[in-house]
């Protein structure tokens, strides 16, 4: 039975793209006087303007003309050994811990180490499986 309906490959809107709706809204503000935006910052340069006005206007403002930058990634050296089997997993991440309780690497920097750890547990996990059912089967085969 064939399957019908449903989207197709590339339907609907694509990711970012501003609804119907909010094209109207966003237009008929823009076209009836000033954004937001422009208000707040009316207010933070109205220099008659009440201190806390001007104040919280600058800073409701402020993340839309100034975005907060992103965080800088830097390069860390921690000696880690190889790990090449599950066992040798904990060891590695007690290490990890250890420099981040020093304040040798950032929790953020430990937490991403950790991350890259469990992916080569996954990786060890997953050669093992494949290893045990290519086992399997070839025993199988030979009964």
């Known amino acids: 039975m064939a399957k019908t309906g449903g989207a ?7 990711p970012g793209t501003l609804n119907r709706r909010t094209v109207e ?7 009836e006087g ?10 933070m340069r109205n220099e ?3 201190a806390k006005d001007r104040a919280w206007a600058a800073a409701q403002a402020a993340p839309f003309i100034h975005p907060r930058p992103a965080p800088a990634q830097r390069a860390i050296s921690i000696k880690l ?7 040798q997993i904990p060891g590695a991440i007690s290490l990890v811990l250890g420099a981040a ?14 991350s890259i750890i469990e992916a080569q547990r996954k990786a060890i996990e997953t050669g093992e499986i ?5 086992a399997l089967e070839a025993k199988n085969t030979k009964g």
């Open 130 to 134: 494949v290893r045990r059912l290519e």
């Open 34 to 43: 000033i954004s937001p935006i422009e208000y707040m910052m009316s207010i």
């Open 8 to 14: 197709g490959a590339g339907a609907g809107r694509k």
């Open 101 to 114: 309780a020093r304040g040798e690497i950032a929790p953020g920097e430990a937490q991403s180490l950790v």
């Open 81 to 87: 050994p190889a790990i090449e089997t599950a066992e």
């Open 25 to 31: 809204v966003l237009g008929k503000v823009m076209s």
């Open 48 to 50: 008659d303007a009440d």
